[in-house]
């Protein structure tokens, strides 16, 4: 038996969250890289493996492959595996001793001056032979018979011969694969990475309500209604339509107009009072249609290409069938009532919570569980959850687990503005995408900063921003005074920062009154009453939209997440950055201004290095907003931004020679 202990140390293995207590987040057809730092006492010659494997969904399992690391230096190792798949992967590091190689050094330095090494030269052929056994266990014969021949010349003693064999690259590496492994050492825990589709990463969101769809304000469209909608969201190139609650709604405590405690016969209510006698989270408002019609929506817009996001929203009306069905999942007060939702000072009195963490909980959790499972079985393959930092973070862990385990397809996104921990810890047990700060973020300096943390490691290992300028909640007081300019100039921001961005519908018409000053909300919100939408009203930058969503399709750049870089403007009021996929085959420059009301003019310090540029190269730049093309040579370029055109957005390209001409490629 061999008494033998291993003595490599492997730590700092990344990437990893939490010391490895959640799951980094990849897109799959990337690759993972692994770094580890790994050394030894001594001058031994390690080997190291990642091991890695897929885990989930179940069908897609595989075995434990390895993946050989290189040697970086300073004692810096690194490999990469691939990520082909959607999916739960787990990998770790392994590392051993090359006991053969380091003899093979060891004995070529004995006999560079002189030494007789014909002791070694048996240990070497004692190494060999257990190589040779443990090749042809593994099916390697002519591998075996090669280290079997060269123990034999080994064992015959100091010779020419038996120098030269031993000084054979060839059979060091060959050796290597056989080397003996009874001294590894596995880095003490199993990681993960969770492999998101791409649609995780990349999209262009646009939220309406179905029931406003009429567009007169009085009549309560359908999903067939909601139907004639789908071109027009197409044709301003957005690819996720995102669909407040779409369930049966309360009456006791219907809101009215404008958030009113009294609603009148007419009001339509809240979409996030949820449940009435006609059904809960599983049903579909009668108003609406039936949930075929729904599935049938679902099916129309798909074939436009576009996918559904439905809103989770786990409260209830106090007339939920939940209530009376099961009270176990509900907090009572001592005079029996159920306690409604509060954020003091605000009070929904038109819904309550569940008792998340009582002994309810281990029938409440799997029932919405199942909700969400209803909701894939009729096609929908993206959620927005509806203020997911008032529920405890435990379940959502569960809960997203559960999911990915069967379906990993499934994009969960946070409706979280709340405290920067909080929301980084949502990010980090499984949503894939975030609601973020952007919509407060006013100045360059807080915006550059904000970006920058949010889309480089460690932060962009498990958060991505989803920046939307407005949302049914929210109208953002810069928007409230800052007029179509201002609606352009976020727009921008929202577009090309981010791989994911969104905006709710009336954002293309300007929409900024507010309901009283120095309130973020909206005046008649849509969140109580039906919306008369005029799509073609005076003033609207719906082409804007269009274009900066078709900027975003066209280039490669703009799908990626972690490829934003900040440089230098010598305006305060100009932000200048640079978006590229990692080969550099897209390549695009973004400057944009902060100021509505005037226009703003900036020397920019372009990022030559970065974008493969010698300092005396002329380069092509295609301006992609008014279609405009000029040549740029040198350091830095000029830039003049109006209300009119808040941003400018180059397409850089390099001149090469072919055979018949100068020609470009990107």
């Not at 009582?358 to 909700?371: A, F, Q």
Request: aromatic share 12%; proline share 7%; net charge negative.
């Amino acid at each position: 038996m061999n008494e033998r202990i291993g003595s490599t140390v492997i730590e700092n293995v990344r990437p990893q969250l939490d010391a490895g207590r959640w799951p980094v987040k990849r897109v799959e057809g990337e690759s993972l890289t692994v770094k580890a730092d790994i050394f030894k006492e001594g001058h031994d010659i390690l080997v190291a493996v990642v091991r890695w494997r897929q885990v989930a969904p179940k069908e897609q399992a595989t075995e434990w492959a390895e993946v050989p690391m290189v040697s970086k230096g300073n004692d810096l190792w690194e490999a990469d595996f691939p990520l082909a798949r959607n999916g739960r992967y787990e990998f770790t590091v392994e590392a051993w001793p090359d006991l053969f190689a380091t003899w093979v050094t060891e004995i070529k330095r004995k006999v560079d001056v002189g030494r007789d090494v014909k002791s070694e030269l048996l240990e070497g052929a004692a190494m060999l032979r257990g190589h040779a056994e443990r090749a042809q266990k593994a099916g390697g014969a002519d591998e075996a018979k090669r280290f079997l021949e060269a123990a034999t010349r080994f064992e015959k003693g100091m010779s020419p011969d038996a120098i030269a064999t031993a000084m054979d690259p060839g059979l060091t590496l060959a050796a290597s694969k056989y080397a003996d492994r009874s001294l590894a050492i596995r880095y003490d825990r199993v990681l993960e990475v969770f492999v998101d589709r791409d649609k995780a990463r990349y999209g262009s969101w646009y939220e309406f309500f179905p029931r406003s769809v009429l567009r007169d304000g009085r009549t309560h469209g359908t999903f067939r209604d909601a139907e004639k909608w789908l071109p027009y969201v197409q044709s301003l190139g957005f690819d996720v339509i995102y669909l407040p609650p779409i369930h049966p709604i309360g009456r006791t405590a219907r809101k009215g107009k404008n958030n009113s405690l009294t609603a009148g016969p007419e009001d339509v209510g809240s979409p996030w009072a949820i449940g009435a006698a006609e059904g809960g989270h599983k049903a579909v408002h009668p108003a609406l249609g039936t949930l075929e019609d729904f599935r049938h929506f679902v099916q129309a817009a798909n074939g436009l290409g576009i996918e559904i996001a439905l809103d989770i929203a786990y409260q209830c009306s106090p007339d939920h069938p939940y209530v009376k069905e099961h009270p176990e999942w509900f907090q009572h007060r001592p005079d029996g009532t159920i306690k409604t939702a509060e954020n003091p000072p605000k009070r929904y009195e038109d819904i309550v919570n569940f008792d998340w963490l009582g002994p309810g909980r281990k029938t409440l959790w799997p029932e919405l569980l199942s909700v969400v499972m209803h909701w894939v079985q009729q096609g929908v393959r993206i959620f927005r959850v509806d203020n997911p930092h008032t529920k405890p973070l435990p379940f959502w862990a569960w809960l997203i687990r559960e999911v990915h385990s069967v379906r990993p397809d499934i994009v969960f996104l946070s409706e979280a503005f709340t405290r920067p921990k909080v929301m980084k810890a949502l990010a980090k047990l499984g949503f894939q995408q975030s609601y973020s700060y952007f919509t407060w973020r006013n100045f360059k300096q807080e915006m550059e900063e904000y970006l920058t943390e949010s889309t480089t490691p460690p932060v962009s290992d498990f958060m991505r921003l989803n920046l939307w300028p407005n949302t049914p909640d929210i109208l953002p007081e810069f928007l409230q005074r800052s007029g179509p300019a201002g609606f352009r100039l976020r727009a921008a921001m929202a577009a090309t920062l981010s791989s994911v961005w969104g905006m709710y519908c009336g954002y293309e018409l300007c929409e900024g009154t507010p309901v009283k000053p120095g309130k973020e909300e909206y005046l008649d919100s849509e969140k109580y009453e039906l919306k008369a939408w005029d799509l073609d009203r005076p003033g609207n930058i719906r082409e804007y939209i269009a274009r900066l969503n078709a900027i975003r399709r066209e280039h490669r750049a703009f799908q990626l997440y972690e490829n934003l870089r900040f440089f230098k403007s010598d305006n305060e009021q100009v932000m200048f950055y640079l978006k590229r996929t990692p080969d550099g085959t897209s390549q695009v420059l973004v400057a944009v201004s902060f100021d509505p009301y005037h226009a703003q003019e900036s020397v920019l310090h372009v990022p030559l290095a970065a974008l493969g540029i010698h300092p005396d190269e002329t380069y092509q730049v295609h301006e992609l907003m008014t279609d405009e093309r000029s040549l740029w040579q040198g350091p830095t370029a000029h830039v003049r931004l109006t209300p009119e055109q808040p941003a400018a957005i180059w397409a850089v390209y390099r001149f090469r020679r072919s055979e018949q001409a100068f020609d470009y490629y990107e």
